[in-house]
């Protein structure tokens, strides 16, 4: 059974840095794709970035060059740095993975609240 456990979130102040880890149960390179998504209130959940098997990574427009996401294939884990942050990047931060058989996983989300 795949667990994915998200860390990292809290109350920073606009122009502040976070980061979120995800560790998952087992080798992350038995997933095609990982990576983070965020849903804030009354929002659906949207993409924020991903790391492909490969490597390659892919972010939403509105965290280019504030945000970064990286692996560690020792620890499991799927870390994302943001920095700059804005009261609009508020929102529940989920980490995701998609295995090989094309099944969806999530964490449980962790808060991320950025003041003015």
């Known amino acids: 059974q795949v667990q994915l456990v998200e860390s990292g979130g809290g109350l920073v102040q606009a122009g502040g840095s976070l980061r979120l880890s995800c560790a998952a149960s087992?080798?992350?390179?038995?997933?095609?794709?990982m990576g983070w998504y965020r849903q804030a209130p009354g929002k659906q959940r949207a993409l924020v970035a991903t790391i492909t098997r490969g490597g390659s990574m892919n972010y939403a427009d509105s965290v280019k060059g504030r945000f970064t996401i990286s692996r560690d294939s020792a620890k499991n884990t799927v870390d994302l740095q943001m920095n700059s942050l804005k009261p609009e990047d508020t929102a529940t931060y989920y980490c995701?993975?998609?295995?090989?058989?094309?099944?969806?996983?999530w964490g449980q989300g962790t808060q991320v609240t950025v003041s003015s």
């Open positions: 087992g080798s992350i390179f038995r997933f095609n794709v």
């Open positions: 995701h993975a998609r295995d090989t058989w094309l099944d969806n996983h």
